[in-house]
């Protein structure tokens, strides 16, 4: 046993940078957590077809990815939102188009919620579910952490300040805020149509609430009646070259559509 | 040090005591470093808003422009204050079971439950947290994930270090006070309450401070079970948000002045710990009679 | 009088008992469904699906890198720390009252203040990214200060007759470090080690900004790997239905814990008897 460890520790590190000089391909991909699953699946396609590349793929949040770009920390950024004015030293690639929806549990009776009610929701003035005509139970409310893109569009679009917003629960990643909501049958919570659709696909214990008397479903982020829609996009410090490019490249190619779909996302294809 | 006078010279070997003094030196300037990046690093939000910013504005939305630190340090506060005073008595009274009580292969196997307990990852207590007991408390008051899930957690992660350090300053009270105290004819809770605690203070006390110095750092297990909302809590079944779990929570996306204000938790952070240490420092000076 | 006694005999027992039962449910409901559908193949195999099927092997890998580089850069800047500290100054030296006291306050930072550090100092001064070697460094600055600690115990205990007959043999001093002192002190310098060992591998919150998050086999220390206690993290607060696994998981890394206390244990056994054979 020691000596397999002693093997497996002494030798494994060793050998294997004597193989990195042969393959110094690796692209370091940092940002958006609602990207990152997408990118990760299109990064595997694309190792598959270039024998020796390697991709990292690290997930945080829209503004890591502009950081991590800006920093060269990382090659290529992941941001669920278009680039904003003071970031025009970046270059953005759209690769998809994605919604953010309400959801709830699943045995919540609520069908449906008004936008004004969801902001009353989300300012504390609705209190519990009965007063919405649900059972008599307070409501959990969870609200994203700051920096986080899909805050920033939820609360344009409701014409909140996150200062405003009562929550009574905070999270990070899509993944979490699901993961909360499917946990607590009072919980209320937005997130990615993509992310929430691929979890309640897995059964996951959610459901999507229409936004506006639209449906939240991807089909009408694709026709455009979903009102909550974003593009999604990679962006670098500099004009792509070489490997970037070539994955950029493919990234917006006809060749990953499949991948896209399989993820709940719209494609966008040149 | 008496052997450094009387042992070899030490000038054929130089370059064996000057590669020790610089790694040495090294280790020693660990912490120099860390405060130098972390002044750094918060040197620009200072530089902008100001140190009493974060004490002052109304709230914590750094994206709007306000960076008020207080309700994470009262979380802070709350959750080590309430866990440090579960976990001692607690503790306390596990090593005086351990030592005055138990038959002897009972202290056995409880000590070494402690002490493996003591090495449990805060991940694994936390994960224990969110699966078992915040559902619980959301059956008793929701939301669930509070402040009382927090300290919870807490207590459980520092009570079996509590009670070794208890245990210990037990071990360290001399035998004739015992046996003086027998001869006196007092009753056992009498001995523990009079003779053992009061002998054993200054023990029990730095043992305290290095655990509310281990439950200030804590953080994913906090993260996991407190609900991470920016307030102050009005009740124990609020959610809590302390000043680690704002950077494990918010660092990952933050940017320019919002990065910078997380720095500026990790050296509040330090300075509690500064404080913290040069407090126990000085019970150990004190009682050395 | 005695019922004063009968009280407080009550209260201690039930206090012993609450503690046990807590720790006990704890400890059974991490055990009863980690093993549950636990079979080897689980360390074996790669994550599928963001790791809610499949295994941990590439996980356990990356883990095994951390600790690596972690330990070749603590072990010997603590020995070295620790002999210059015990045996090349005296107490009241200047450089030797700030090491010592810098150490002190090493040892009460927060894991997550070196995660900042090491995001700040490793990942983005030194350029080393995300990165396995990224990771293991500032885990090195972390248990730093508890394996200094244990070597200057060890280094200590050693009876001064050793370095006084020695250097009466005219053997030089880092002869006498070499071949008396160091083999004197090694269980205790072993018993830092391991619990150097163990703080590593309890590791959270330093690592999620270090070495990060991907989780598939490293092919070298400048790739990014997850540790098992952030893969545990991760599986139970962004992955639904990832319980089954985070089970697993925090399974696997509770019984290696344990394996490390009970090693720590023996040893300091071991060198307790050793050192009252030699008084």
């Known amino acids: 046993m020691i000596k397999f460890l002693y093997v497996l520790l002494v030798w494994m590190p060793f050998s294997q940078l004597a193989n990195a000089a042969d393959v110094p391909q690796k692209l370091v991909i940092t940002g958006s957590s609602t990207v990152a699953p997408l990118i990760s699946e299109i990064a595997k396609a694309f190792e598959a077809s270039n024998q020796g590349v390697r991709i990292d793929v690290q997930s945080g949040g829209s503004s890591r990815g502009i950081s ?5 920390m990382s090659d290529i950024g992941m941001i669920s939102r278009d680039l904003k004015p003071e970031e025009n030293d970046l270059k953005g690639f759209a690769i998809a188009k994605d919604g953010i929806c309400v959801i709830l549990h699943k045995n919540n009776p609520i069908t449906k919620l008004e936008d004004s009610q969801i902001v009353d929701i989300y300012t504390g003035k609705i209190k519990n579910w009965q007063e919405l005509g649900g059972k008599d139970a307070p409501i959990t409310v969870v609200n994203k952490a700051e920096g986080r893109s899909t805050l920033e569009l939820f609360v344009n679009y409701f014409k909140l300040k996150n200062s405003d917003i009562k929550p009574h629960v905070i999270i990070g990643d899509n993944e979490q805020g699901v993961k909360t909501v499917a946990g607590n049958a009072n919980a209320i919570g937005y997130v990615s149509i993509g992310t929430a659709e691929y979890d309640s696909a897995q059964g996951v214990a959610i459901k999507l609430l229409p936004i506006g008397g639209t449906s939240a479903s991807i089909e009408n982020v694709k ?41 709940y996302l719209v494609p966008i294809t040149k | ?9 030490l000038r054929n070997e130089l370059a064996l005591v000057w590669l020790l003094r610089i790694l040495a030196l090294m280790a020693g300037a660990l912490v120099l470093l860390i405060f130098a990046f972390l002044l750094n690093e918060s040197l620009p939000i200072l530089g902008l808003v100001g140190l009493s910013a974060f004490f002052s504005d109304p709230s914590w939305h750094p994206m709007e422009g306000f960076f008020n630190l207080t309700s994470m340090l009262l979380g802070t506060l709350y959750a080590t204050a309430g ?35 003591s090495g449990v990852p805060s991940v694994v207590f936390g994960f224990w947290g969110l699966t078992v007991l915040v559902p619980l408390v959301n059956q008793i008051h929701p939301p669930g994930p509070s402040l009382f899930a927090g300290i919870s957690i807490l207590t459980m992660m520092i009570l079996p270090t509590m009670a070794m350090a208890a245990d210990a300053s037990f071990a360290s009270v001399p035998q004739n006070y015992l046996r003086g105290a027998q001869a006196l004819g007092l009753s056992k809770s009498a001995t523990l309450l009079g003779v053992v605690l009061p002998a054993a203070k200054a023990g029990l006390l730095s043992g305290l ?27 124990i079944f609020d959610p809590i948000r302390t000043l680690t779990t704002n950077i494990a929570l918010e660092m990952a996306y933050a940017m320019g002045s919002h990065r910078s204000a997380l720095f500026v938790s990790g050296l509040i952070l330090m300075l509690f710990i500064v404080v913290l240490l040069i407090a126990a420092e000085g019970i150990n000076r004190v009682p050395k009679r | ?19 046990v039962l807590i720790f006990a449910s704890f400890i059974g409901n991490i055990i009863y469904y980690g093993l549950k559908n636990f079979s080897f193949l689980y360390l074996w195999s790669n994550p599928i699906n963001t790791g809610r099927e499949g295994g941990i092997f590439p996980i356990i890998i990356s883990t095994l890198l951390i600790l690596l580089v972690c330990m070749t850069v603590a072990i010997p800047l603590s020995l070295c720390t620790a002999i210059f500290l015990t045996e090349f100054t005296s107490q009241e030296n200047i450089l030797a009252r700030f090491i010592r006291r810098s150490i002190d306050v090493l040892s009460g930072v927060p894991s997550i203040v070196f995660g900042l550090f090491g995001n700040a100092f490793f990942s983005v001064k030194l350029g080393l990214g995300f990165s396995i070697l990224s990771g293991g460094l500032t885990l090195a600055c972390m248990v730093l200060p508890i394996m200094i600690r244990l070597t200057q115990e060890g280094l200590r205990a050693v009876p001064p007759e050793y370095s006084l007959s020695g250097s009466a043999l005219g053997i030089s001093r880092s002869q006498i470090l070499l071949h008396l002192l160091l083999p004197a002190a090694a269980p205790s310098v072993i018993v830092g080690l391991v619990l150097g060992v163990g ?3 309890a590791e959270t919150a330093a690592l999620v900004f270090t070495s990060g998050y991907v989780d598939r086999l490293p092919q070298s220390l400048w790739d990014s790997g997850r540790a098992l206690s952030v893969h545990i993290y991760d599986l139970s607060m962004n992955v ?18 344990f394996f490390i206390n009970s090693i720590t244990t023996q040893l300091t056994k071991l060198w307790l008897q050793k050192r009252i054979i030699l008084q």
């Open chain 1, 223 to 263: 026709n455009g009646k979903f009102p909550l829609s974003r593009n999604l996009l990679l962006v670098t410090t500099t004009e792509p070259n070489g490997l970037k490019k070539k994955f950029i490249e493919f990234a917006r190619s006809k060749e990953v559509i499949g991948i896209v779909k399989q993820q």
């Open chain 3, 240 to 257: 639904p239905g990832g319980e089954t696994s985070a089970y697993k998981s925090a399974f696997t890394l509770l019984i290696l814990v």
């Open chain 3, 199 to 201: 703080r590593a591998l």
């Open chain 3, 1 to 19: 009088m005695f019922q004063r006694d009968r009280l407080f005999t009550l209260i201690v027992w039930s206090a012993a008992l609450l503690v």
């Open chain 2, 83 to 117: 866990s440090v005073l579960l976990a001692a008595p607690l503790g306390i009274l596990s090593a005086i079971f351990c030592r005055f009580y138990a038959p002897t292969h009972v202290a056995r196997i409880f000590r070494n439950l402690m002490e493996s307990l």
């Open chain 2, 1 to 9: 040090m008496l052997s450094n006078s009387i042992l070899s010279p």
């Open chain 2, 209 to 235: 401070i290095l655990q509310s110095g281990r439950a200030i750092g804590e953080t994913m297990a906090l993260l996991m079970v407190c609900g991470n909302v920016v307030q102050t809590p009005k009740n």
């Open chain 1, 68 to 72: 991590d770009a800006r920093q060269s």
